[in-house]
T-cell receptor, first 113, second 116 residues
Framework: GQNIDQPTEMTATEGAIVQINCTYQ??????LFWYQQHAGEAPTFLSY????GLEEKGRFSSFLSRSKGYSYLLLKELQMKDSASYLC??????????????FGTGTKLQVIP | KAGVTQTPRYLIKTRGQQVTLSCSPI?????VSWYQQTPGQGLQFLFE???????NKGNFPGRFSGRQFSNSRSEMNVSTLELGDSALYLC???????????????FGPGTRLTVL
């Protein structure tokens, strides 16, 4: 099975940097996704990591360490509109079948002035 | 390119009734997944369809069912509704051509179901 852990809530100040961590345990690994979800809206895709290292995309960066089962999402120059839930999701390795994506319960980030 | 669309956006039903929700994936996407989201529970996986076949199923009772048509559009049905079925139902599609990254899921706006 798969187990994904993220902090439940975080608070950060506008203009600052925040790091949201995600740890996972899977029977295999084939990719990790990060999504942003504003209250009452659908999740929107942020990033996808399949290899170790840092992927940068504007103010958002995502890091993956497969050996440690660890990822983080880094948000720079925080803006009020970044207040949302951030979901980590893992795709296990396909072995003799097809494995579904499993989502963590999400980290609710509040950005304060 | 149009995104994932879901109809209806809002629905109010009473206990015991049944409901059918519809999802149209992004053009060219063959995989459609359904999720239930309630406050504090996160995204709970219902099932996934690929080329009209159910490829994966979550731990939901048999009252929850789905299907996919040849044009990749998908429907899910919930029979004998219970109060606990009140939730946001999200549909997500992916191209899933077998190449890395094509299994990224893109979500529709969801259908908010209220059971009274």
């Amino acid at each position: 099975g798969q187990n994904i852990d993220q902090p439940t809530e975080m608070t950060a100040t506008e203009g600052a940097i925040v790091q949201i961590n995600c740890t996972y345990q899977t029977s295999g690994f084939n990719g990790l996704f990060w999504y942003q979800q504003h209250a009452g809206e659908a999740p929107t895709f942020l990033s996808y990591n399949v290899l170790d290292g840092l992927e940068e995309k504007g103010r958002f960066s995502s890091f993956l360490s497969r050996s440690k089962g660890y990822s983080y999402l880094l948000l720079k120059e925080l803006q009020m509109k970044d207040s949302a839930s951030y979901l980590c999701a893992v795709r296990p390795l396909r072995i003799g079948g097809y494995q579904k994506v499993t989502f963590g319960t999400g980290t609710k980030l509040q950005v304060i002035p | 390119k149009a995104g994932v669309t879901q109809t209806p956006r809002y629905l109010i039903k009473t206990r015991g009734q049944q409901v059918t929700l519809s999802c149209s994936p992004i053009s060219g996407h063959r995989s459609v997944s359904w999720y239930q989201q309630t406050p504090g529970q996160g995204l709970q996986f219902l099932f996934e369809y690929f080329s009209e076949t159910q490829r994966n199923k979550g731990n939901f009772p048999g009252r929850f069912s789905g299907r996919q048509f040849s044009n990749s559009r998908s429907e899910m049905n919930v029979s004998t509704l219970e109060l606990g079925d009140s939730a946001l139902y999200l549909c997500a599609s992916s191209r899933d051509s077998g190449r890395i990254g094509t299994d990224t899921q893109y979500f529709g706006p969801g259908t908010r179901l209220t059971v009274l």
